[in-house]
Structures are given as C-alpha cells and as structure tokens.
C-alpha cells in the first residue's frame, strides 16, 4: 500500500425530511446570504426548492437564485453566478440538484475571490487556494460530487469538459442527503448514476499497486451492494431503502475512500468525457459505453484485476479458464447488467451513429496527455482502438 492522506471533512445529514435543516446548517457553516443554484426544473416541480426556501428564510438566511443548470454544464453560467455573486455580496453557494449544478457552485465558489478567469483552475494554470464554502442537498446519487473536491465544466469554446480536482478546497462543507428526493427520478436518470458510481470504484480498483486488500474489498463490498440494490429499484422506484443504500454508495465510491493508498486510473472517464463534450450525452450512459470496452482492452496485456472483478463481483467461476477469459465473461454479465438497468453498451445505442474517432483521440490526448491512465499506459493508437471497440 502506498502513503496516502484523506481528508473528507463533509458533514452528511442523510434521511427522510432533512431537507428542513438546510438553513440551520448554511448558519452553523457562516453562511447568511446564499446564492441557491439550481437545475432544469426538477426541484421546483417536486416542491424541494420552496421547501429550501422555507427552510432558509426560518433561519433568516437571504438567498437569491440561479436555476436553469444544464445536464454537462458550461463555463457560461459560471461567469454569470460569479457576477450575481460578487454583486449581491453573496457569502454561500448552496447547490440543490445533482453533479451538474454542485459542479457550476463549485467552480463559482473559486471563482469569486479569484482575480483571474476561473478556467484558470480547471486547464490547470492555477490551484485554487480559496473559495466560497459550499453547501448541497442533493437530488441524484450519480457523480459523487456532494462528498468530492472535485467539478467538471465544459469551456463552450471548443467544446473542452475538463475536470479540477482539489483535495479540500471545493468539499462541500455539507451535503443533506434525502433518499426520498430520488424517488422522481426517471428510470434512466437511475441508470446513469448506478453506472457512474460503479465506475467511480472502477477507476480506483483496477490498479496494480500491490497489498491494497482494505480497498479491494470496500470496492467489491460497494459494487456488489451497488448491482444488488440496483435490481430493487428497477422493480420498484419507491424502495426507500434500496435508493439510501444506492445514495449513499455513490457518495461513498468517490469521496476518496476506496482509492487510498493506491495508483487510480481515471482512462476511463477522460475518455467519456469527450464523448459528452461533444455529443451532449448523460455522463453515466455514455460510461456504460466506455468502461466494458476499456475493460476488455486491457485483459489483452493485464488481465488479473479484471478477473478478480469478474470472479469476487460478477460471480464467475474460474474453472481452469485463463484470466482473460474469466475477464471477458464477467464483462460479458456487466453489459448484461447495465441494459437490465436500461443503458447503453454501443455508440449506437447510446445515439452516436458516426462518431468522428480522430477528433475524440485528438483532443483527449491534447487535454490529458500521452499517454492516459496508470493500470495500462494508453497512446493515442490504443485510445483510438478502444473508442472503435464500442461501436
Ligand atoms: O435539471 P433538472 O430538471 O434538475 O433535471 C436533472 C437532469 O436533467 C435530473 N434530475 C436530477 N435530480 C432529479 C432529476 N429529475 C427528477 N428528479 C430528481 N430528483 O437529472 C438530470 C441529470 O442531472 P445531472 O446533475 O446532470 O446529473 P449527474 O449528477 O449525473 O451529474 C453529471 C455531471 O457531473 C459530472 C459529469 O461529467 C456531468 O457533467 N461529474 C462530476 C464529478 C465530480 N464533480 O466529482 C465526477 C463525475 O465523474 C462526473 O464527471
Ligand atoms: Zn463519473
């Protein structure tokens, strides 16, 4: 096991009804004027956000608003909260939606005291050293960012989704976490936050740092919960208890934990990551697209994690096979997995009929390096090849 440190001091207030505690807990962080993010229209439509505004206004919290968040957000209305921010003499960004709105209050919350373009922060010319304190209650258990110092933003200009990652800064300093706000997801909203925090783990398991047998099984114990509660959801949306297990699994699979003391990969997600800069597709869907293919790409060369994958989570039985056969069989049942929760496995389901391979190769290499990932070094020639696996 490799020195590590962790530092995740998010306070998380999870169950039924915690909503009511937003305003109380905006003031015991410092908070006394709050600019709400928000998104499309889910959390009006449910009455959340008028339940956030009582609840704030009881504990003589000011507030004032910024919804319309789209789904891969963009670098437009970062600039536009800054200003609202800076001229409302805003203290606190509380972020009621999912990865995408806690993204843009996340990268507002830098923004303001910096001098510079925040962008800055995400192309990697600057590291942040402060920041807006930033609050969540959170609506979709997907991109883990409730629990994470992290934010994704796409740059309109040239379509670049980049992602900052920090160790503290951007840790929301609270995350009230209500299984029952999930309960108006759609289906496939569902499907794509089960993938995204299954992938999450991924990322940090498949690695060859050697003795990480904690993390191993924490990733193993998650997926295998993860998969489990999955089922009870497709069978019945308003099983309480399965979305907290799956709520809280998706906190739990990126809050740092299950990476401790080893090499991560992250491959996976730059490359998804091109696919929804260009083609606007959910995160989550267009990693259920990316990751079986990825998978199988590197049981060529290094199959052993992915057949302990296979065997420990997915069930298979190793019966004198080689690894990678062991390997393929358990991608085999993860695909299997992810169309019984409603996802995509190819470009084409996933709605991209001619996807353009060289400009994907070339700008994923052009943001993140030659080559990407660590449990099997990619050059462009490998990435390129992976990306025509998923056709
Ligand atoms: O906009 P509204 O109307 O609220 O609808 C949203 C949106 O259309 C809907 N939704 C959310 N909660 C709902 C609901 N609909 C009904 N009932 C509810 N309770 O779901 C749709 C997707 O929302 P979004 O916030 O985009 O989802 P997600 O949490 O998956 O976030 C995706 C973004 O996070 C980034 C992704 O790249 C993507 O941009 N990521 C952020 C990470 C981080 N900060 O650590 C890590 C991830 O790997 C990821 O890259
Ligand atoms: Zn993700």
């Known amino acids: 096991m490799d020195n590590f440190t962790f530092w ?3 306070k998380f207030v999870f169950g039924r009804d915690t909503e009511s505690l937003t305003g109380n807990l905006v003031k015991q962080f ?48 970062v600039y536009e909260g800054i200003d609202m921010v800076r001229d409302h003499k805003i203290d606190f960004l509380l972020a009621v939606g999912g990865g995408s709105v806690i993204d843009t209050a996340k990268a507002i919350a830098c923004g303001v005291p910096y001098d510079g373009d925040f962008w800055d922060f995400y192309c990697g010319k600057k590291v942040v050293e402060k920041a807006l304190p930033v609050g969540v209650v959170l609506t979709i258990p997907a991109a883990g960012s409730e629990g994470s110092g992290n934010s994704v933003i796409t740059k309109k200009d040239g379509l670049i989704k980049l992602s900052l990652r ?5 840790r929301p300093r609270f995350a009230v976490m209500n299984p029952e706000l999930t309960f108006t997801l759609p289906q496939y909203q ?121 065997i420990r989570v997915m069930g298979v039985s190793p ?9 393929e069989e358990g991608i085999s049942r993860l695909k299997e997995f992810y169309r019984s ?4 496995v190819t470009l084409g ?10 400009r994907l190769v070339a700008k994923l290499h052009e943001h993140k390096g030659n080559p990407i990932g660590s449990y099997v070094k990619l050059s462009p020639a490998d990435t390129a090849e992976i990306y025509k696996m998923m056709l």
Request: proline share 4%.
């Open 341 to 344: 929760i409603g996802m995509p």
């Open 30 to 77: 410092g908070g006394n004027r709050v600019l709400l993010v928000y998104g499309g229209g889910s959390v009006v439509r449910s009455g959340l956000l008028d339940r956030v505004k009582k609840s704030l206004d009881e504990a003589g919290v000011m507030w004032e608003e910024m919804g319309g968040i789209c789904p891969n957000p963009t670098d437009d209305r």
């Open 349 to 358: 389901e996933l709605g991209i009929d001619s996807p353009d391979f060289e």
């Open 190 to 310: 569902t499907g794509c936050g089960i993938v995204d925090m299954m992938a999450h783990i991924f990322e940090r398991y498949f690695s060859n740092t050697p003795d990480c047998e904690t993390t191993d099984r924490l990733a193993e114990g998650l997926l295998t919960a993860i998969i489990n509660e999955a089922r009870k959801i497709m069978a019945d949306p308003y099983d309480y208890e399965a979305r907290a297990n799956i709520m809280w699994s998706s906190t739990l699979a990126h809050n740092g934990l299950c990476g401790t003391g080893r090499a991560e990969d992250w491959a996976s997600h730059f490359m998804e990551h091109e696919l929804s800069a260009i083609y606007d597709v959910a995160h989550g869907a267009g990693l259920a697209v990316v990751n079986p293919a990825w998978m199988s790409y590197v049981s060529r060369t290094n199959p052993a994690k992915v057949a302990q994958f296979a």
């Open 8 to 10: 995740s001091p998010t």
């Open 319 to 327: 019966d004198n096979r080689t690894e990678t056969e062991i390997a």
């Open 166 to 170: 920090t160790e503290s800064a951007l």
